[in-house]
């Protein structure tokens, strides 16, 4: 009686455990609702006062470009602060793991502790972003990419700061990685938060995607139009007129507040005297110097993610040892770093002057270019986190300061400066291991302010890349994409536009030219906006061939007796074709290779003529194609 009246007075009490813990979890329930109620009331509250600035705006006469280019001015002082705070967080990470270690333990040798604390730093970063990514991969300059094609310019914040702070970890505890990857992930980020944060659609979101990341890489660089011309061809993938404006406003913003803070001078130290003699340096010896850097970018393409399959089959293969990665490929670098006694790390900065070029051997300068390869690929296949673009100007410095070393003692008669060599090797390498040559050609010239480098930069840059390409087709950025069944082109997502067909977007009835219409008939088309390329057909609608026009230009500006000598026959030029039943991934090649912006479309079964395919016509099926997949994810996915 007594053990029921007491059990009896517990249920009336509410001490029952049971009890509590539902009144207790109700609570918390109610606590979550609440919370989420104030923030939708505190969202609302923000919407309804940029409402009333929106149309503070429109009255002062402010339009779309007004607009953005106002956020602009925001997402580029945002991502310069947290440049700042970045390189700060990396100074921290080195105090930490390096100055106050040798400090606390000055007896015993570096050789002893060095490769410790190299280690500890990748498994600290590596665990920050194990818990930050919850388990995946991301937040690096192609998953922007992917976010712009995608996602709409969605990036996800808390997984952007975990990425930020792995990669200080990373960088200032001794690993080789580079910081422009981070900061152009956390002005993207700053950009599409304030996108997704005032309901912006998602074209004004990848705008201000591009331009936060623009901001980043101008901040770290010192570079505004590197920064401006990286967002444009790396992140967004178009020098659109519309995304021009606001990417390099916010770009010029980053600099303009990273000088600030460093200082306005170059991100690297420039050498005082630097240059070329003559023609035979630029037609004969940069040439060369691009085929030796593309063979350079190709080695650390596949290096790269060579090693990425190792370490990838060893997790898989033994998943119990997974956490043994960070620490040994940590050790592994700490090792080589100190072999090279601290030349291919610094402190989250390019680690050696270009001015030693001159004064180093050949093959100690090749030994640092394989070595940077091999310590960047440990570091950030094993566990690191951080960018490509910084290592990659370190391979080009050493493998141009070889050359030019080398060069220097076999024509002993001519000047030549290897730091020259070196600054034209950083821009080449870069351009090709990175697929971005104008940001890499821009960035050096900001660097060196000295338009003469820019001749034997541009030649070694081009060939460079097309010699690479030719070897190996993906580069550092696009090879991770491939590798999770992602093709990206040009800012277009190529699985969308491999699985939509030329016959949902041509114009089924183009303005065609008769064989044996006179110049007088041409002439009436040269007003055409609508359509640039006119299809040349016979009697029964076969192509002859297609007219532009440029070419009824050329017409007009002629002597009117042509009308009675030439027909539009004669003035056809060849063109590729293409089918209805083909993919607008293979018409968007086409028009690429002949640089046209216009393809006839030919019946395969009659050889006759059905249509035109216009780029407007093709963009405005891949927009729609793309909106529908972000309104119903995986819908345009194929695989």
Request: charged share 15%.
């Amino acid at each position: 009686m007594t053990g029921n009246g007491e059990r009896d007075r517990g249920e009336h009490d509410g001490s029952d455990p049971v009890t509590q813990a539902e009144r207790a979890a109700a609570a918390t329930r109610r606590a979550v609702a609440q919370a989420r109620i104030a923030s939708r009331l505190a969202s609302r509250s923000m919407l309804a006062r940029w409402a009333r600035a929106l149309s503070w705006l429109e009255r002062r006469g402010l339009d779309e470009n007004g607009i953005l280019l106002t956020f602009a001015v925001a997402v580029g002082v945002a991502s310069a602060i947290g440049v700042v705070l970045f390189y700060r967080a990396i100074d921290l990470s080195y105090y930490v793991f390096y100055r106050w270690p040798t400090q606390a333990l000055p007896q015993l040798p570096l050789v002893l502790y060095r490769p410790l604390l190299t280690a500890g730093a990748l498994a600290v970063a590596h665990a920050i972003w194990r818990r930050a990514g919850s388990g995946r991969d991301g937040m690096t300059v192609p998953d922007v990419q992917l976010s712009v094609v995608r996602r709409g310019g969605r990036i996800s914040s808390h997984r952007a700061a975990g990425r930020t702070f792995a990669s200080a970890v990373t960088i200032g505890g001794g690993g080789s990685a580079g910081s422009e990857g981070p900061v152009a992930v956390l002005g993207a980020t700053v950009g599409s938060a304030l996108g997704r944060m005032f309901r912006f659609s998602a074209e004004r979101t990848t705008v201000l995607v591009g331009a936060g990341a623009a901001a980043g890489i101008s901040a770290a660089f010192n570079a505004p139009l590197a920064g401006a011309f990286f967002a444009l061809e790396e992140i967004l993938g178009s020098l659109s007129v519309s995304a021009f404006p606001p990417v390099v406003v916010a770009s010029v913003v980053g600099a303009v507040v990273s000088r600030a803070a460093f200082g306005n001078h170059p991100a690297f130290p420039i050498p005082r005297e630097y240059g070329y003699t003559g023609l035979v340096e630029v037609l004969v010896l940069f040439p060369l110097l691009g085929v030796l850097c593309a063979l350079m970018s190709v080695l650390f393409v596949r290096t790269y993610f060579g090693l990425g399959g190792v370490a990838a089959s060893f997790i898989e293969t033994r998943p119990r040892l997974a956490a043994a990665m960070p620490w040994a490929s940590g050790a592994i670098v700490g090792l080589l770093v100190l072999a090279s006694r601290g030349e291919l790390v610094g402190t989250g900065h390019l680690a050696i002057s270009l001015q030693a070029f001159g004064r180093m051997a050949w093959w100690a300068l090749l030994l640092l270019a394989f070595g940077k390869i091999i310590v960047t690929s440990l570091t950030l296949q094993g566990g690191g986190s951080g960018g490509l673009f910084t290592p990659s100007l370190f391979v080009g410095a050493a493998t141009g300061g070889a050359m030019g070393v080398v060069l220097r003692t076999l024509l002993p008669t001519v000047p030549i400066a290897p730091e020259a060599f070196a600054l034209v090797g950083m821009g080449a390498v870069v351009g090709a291991a990175t697929g971005a040559p104008l940001t890499a050609i821009l960035l050096v010239f900001e660097m060196t302010n000295d338009y003469a480098i820019v001749p034997p930069l541009m030649i070694a840059v081009v060939v460079c890349h097309v010699v690479a390409r030719r070897l190996e087709p993906d580069n550092l950025y696009s090879g991770w994409l491939r590798r999770r069944g992602e093709h990206i082109a040009l800012g277009a997502d190529r699985d969308v536009l491999a699985g939509l067909s030329v016959a949902d977007a041509y114009v089924h009835d183009p303005v065609i030219v008769d064989e044996g219409q006179r110049v007088s008939g041409l002439l009436q088309h040269l007003g055409n906006r609508d359509q640039g390329v006119f299809p040349v057909v016979d009697g029964e609608r076969r192509l002859l061939g297609v007219i532009t026009t440029a070419d009824l230009g050329v017409v007009a500006r002629s002597d009117h007796a042509l009308d009675a000598l030439v027909i539009a026959a004669d003035l056809a030029q060849p063109t590729e074709t293409v089918a209805p039943e083909d993919s607008l991934l293979n018409a968007v090649r086409l028009m690429g290779v002949r640089g046209v912006s216009a393809l006839p479309v030919v019946d395969a079964s009659t050889e006759r003529l059905v249509g035109v395919v216009h780029r407007g016509g093709v963009l405005a099926v891949y927009e729609r194609a793309v909106a529908s997949g972000l309104a119903n994810p995986g819908k345009t996915r194929r695989h």
